[in-house]
C-alpha cells in the first residue's frame, strides 16, 4: 500500500497538518458563534474514551422528599401509603407534605415513619397531635427531621450520597472532500478548485450534524447492523423525574423561567445558560419593555457571539444569573436551562476531528477526508439543568 504524504493532499493544505486542524475547526466554529466550541473546551477536562461506551458517576444526596402515588382518605394510625419510591426514608423520619404543583402546605399534618415494607410501600402513624387531612399523589411528602432515642447504641451509617453511573455512545463523524485533477488545474472554477476552500464547506457540514446531534441525538449502540450515535440534550432533559416544565401552549415570561430555575436549585443545581432559537430570545428582551425586569444586560459569550443576561427573581447573594445562547437548531417552542460547564463533547482517544488523506493511488484527482470521533457527556441531567416546552412559539 502506498501512503501518500499530507504534503501531498493537495497545493492548498500543504502546511496544515493533522494535529492543527482541530485548532482550525474550533476557531471556525468561534466564528460562527456555537456552543459546540464550548463543548469541545469542556470535554478537554474529561479522559478520552477508550471504548464504544462513555461512561460518567453521577452524585447526588440521598432524597429530602418523596413523591406521594396514591390516595389516603381519611388519614389514620398505622397507615400504609404508596410513594413513587421510598429510597432514602428510613424510620423515625418525619415528614409534613406540601401541594407539588405549588410548593404549599397541606394543612399541619405530620407524620412519622414506622417502617418500609418496600421499594413504593411505607407504613407510618399521624405525628405530634396534628390535624389528619385526605392526602393525594398530587401531594409530595417533605423531610422536617429524624427523631433520635436517647443514649442509642445500634447506630446504622447512611451514605448520604448515592452515586449512579450515567453513559452515553461514541459516534463517528465523516465528511469527504474531493476534486478532479482538472478542476484543480482549471482556472475557470475560481477558488472553489482548491481542497482548501472544500475544506470550508466540509466544516461546515460537520459543524450542522453535530449541532443536529447535541440537541435531538438519540442514544443507540454501535453492532454489525448498526453504526451507532449519541444521544443530545434532549433525551437526557425531558426525561420523567427532570426538571421539565410544560407552558401548554402558552408564551414564554418570567414567572416560568423563574419557576424553572427555582426547581434546578431545589435540585441542588445552579444552571446558567438558558439556550433557545433566536424567536425565544426576542422575547426574553420584551421583558424589558416595562422597566420591570430587575436586570438584562448585553454581554459577550466565550464563543464570540453577544448574548443577553437574565437575572431570575430569587433573592440570592450575587442572583442568579443565565446568559442567552442562541442556537438555530433550537426549537421554536422551546428553550432550555442548563449548566453549560456540566456538558461537554468528549473526543474518543486519539480521534478529534482530523484530516486525513484519501486519494487512492491512480485516481485522477484528489480527495480528503474530515474525520472525528465523540461523545455527548450531560452531567446531572434531572437535577443541574431543565427546560420548558409547548411554549407559543
Not at 424553572?260 to 433566536?278: K, R
Request: with cysteine.
Amino acid at each position: 500500500m502506498i501512503v501518500y504524504p499530507m504534503s501531498q493532499l493537495s497545493f492548498d493544505l500543504s502546511q496544515i497538518t493533522e494535529r492543527q486542524v482541530l485548532d482550525l475547526f474550533t476557531q471556525f466554529l468561534k466564528e460562527q458563534s456555537s456552543a459546540l466550541e464550548i463543548f469541545l473546551r469542556n470535554g478537554q477536562k474529561y479522559n478520552a474514551g477508550t471504548n464504544n461506551k462513555y461512561e460518567w458517576m453521577e452524585s447526588q444526596l440521598t432524597p429530602m422528599s418523596w413523591q406521594l402515588n396514591g390516595a389516603v382518605t381519611p388519614l389514620v394510625t398505622n397507615t400504609n401509603f404508596t410513594f413513587v419510591a421510598t429510597a432514602g426514608l428510613r424510620p423515625n423520619m418525619i415528614l409534613r407534605f406540601v401541594t407539588t404543583s405549588t410548593n404549599g402546605d397541606v394543612g399541619n399534618v405530620q407524620v412519622k415513619i414506622v417502617s418500609i415494607t418496600s421499594a413504593t410501600v411505607a407504613v407510618w402513624v399521624l405525628y405530634g397531635g396534628t390535624t389528619a387531612v385526605a392526602l393525594n399523589n398530587t401531594m409530595t411528602a417533605k423531610l422536617m427531621s429524624e427523631a433520635v432515642q436517647e443514649n442509642e447504641k445500634n447506630i446504622v451509617g447512611v451514605d448520604e450520597r448515592q452515586p449512579t453511573m450515567e453513559f452515553n455512545f461514541f459516534q463517528i463523524f465523516r465528511n469527504a472532500v474531493e476534486l478532479s485533477d482538472t478542476a484543480l488545474n482549471s482556472a475557470v472554477y475560481g477558488n472553489v478548485n482548491t481542497l482548501a476552500e472544500q475544506l470550508k464547506g466540509a466544516f461546515y457540514k460537520m459543524r450542522q450534524q453535530l449541532s443536529e446531534q447535541v440537541l435531538r441525538g438519540r442514544r443507540v449502540a454501535r453492532t454489525s447492523g448498526e453504526n451507532g450515535t449519541f444521544g443530545g440534550m434532549f433525551q437526557y432533559l425531558d426525561v420523567a423525574g427532570g426538571n421539565v416544565i410544560d407552558a401548554g401552549g402558552a408564551a414564554l415570561s418570567q414567572a416560568l423561567i423563574n419557576n424553572l430555575v427555582q426547581l434546578i436549585i431545589e435540585d441542588g443545581g445552579v444552571a446558567n445558560t438558558i439556550v433557545c432559537n433566536i424567536n425565544q430570545a426576542r422575547k426574553i428582551s420584551g421583558f424589558n419593555v416595562a422597566g420591570n425586569n430587575p436586570v438584562i444586560a448585553q454581554n459577550s459569550t466565550d464563543a464570540g457571539s453577544y448574548v443577553l443576561r437574565f437575572i431570575s427573581d430569587i433573592p440570592v447573594a450575587g442572583g442568579v444569573v443565565s446568559n442567552i445562547l442562541l442556537d438555530e437548531k433550537m426549537p421554536n417552542n422551546g428553550i432550555q436551562l442548563i449548566d453549560i460547564n456540566r456538558m461537554a463533547l468528549v473526543p474518543y482517544q486519539n480521534r478529534g476531528v482530523k484530516l486525513v488523506p484519501g486519494t487512492q493511488p491512480g485516481q485522477d484527482g484528489q480527495t480528503a477526508i474530515l474525520r472525528g470521533e465523540y461523545s455527548m457527556v450531560v452531567r446531572d441531567a434531572k437535577y443541574s439543568h431543565g427546560i420548558i416546552k409547548n411554549i407559543l412559539p
